[in-house]
Nanobody
Framework: QLQLVESGGGLVQPGESLRLSCAAS????????IGWFRQAPGKEREGVSC????????NYADSVKGRFTISRDNAKNTVYLQMNSLKPEDTAVYYC???????????????????WGKGILVTVSS
């Protein structure tokens, strides 16, 4: 069983930055792809960014390209989401997820996701 715990959320003003972390524990396997998803109030959950097991392949939603960067440190069993130039529309609960799948399938259709974190709130407001 794999446990995923998100951290780093909070309240920021438009234009500011945040870095989310997703720490994995339990029966960790470095060959899991990891993804960040978000769900805004009244909206469906969407894939934000996903990264392959060794970090060589990444995927981003069009709405965050050029502003968000995903990375991973397998030695620390942690995946990061650096979020810059935040906008009010980035306000959502952010979840990390893990699965043995491709980043494209994971981010586009949540295909192959085996584990979810509980989520963390990010609020962008002036």
């Amino acid at each position: 069983q794999l446990q995923l715990v998100e951290s780093g959320g909070g309240l920021v003003q438009p234009g500011e930055s945040l870095r989310l972390s997703c720490a994995a524990s339990g029966f960790t396997r470095s060959y899991y792809a990891i993804g960040w998803f978000r769900q805004a109030p009244g909206k469906e959950r969407e894939g934000v960014s996903c990264i392959s097991s060794r970090g060589e392949t990444t995927n981003y939603a069009d709405s965050v390209k050029g502003r968000f960067t995903i990375s991973r440190d397998n030695a620390k069993n942690t995946v990061y989401l650096q979020m810059n130039s935040l906008k009010p529309e980035d306000t959502a609960v952010y979840y990390c997820a893990a699965g043995v799948t491709t980043v494209q399938a994971m981010c586009a259709r949540e295909r192959g996701v085996d584990y979810w974190g509980k989520g963390i709130l990010v609020t962008v407001s002036s």
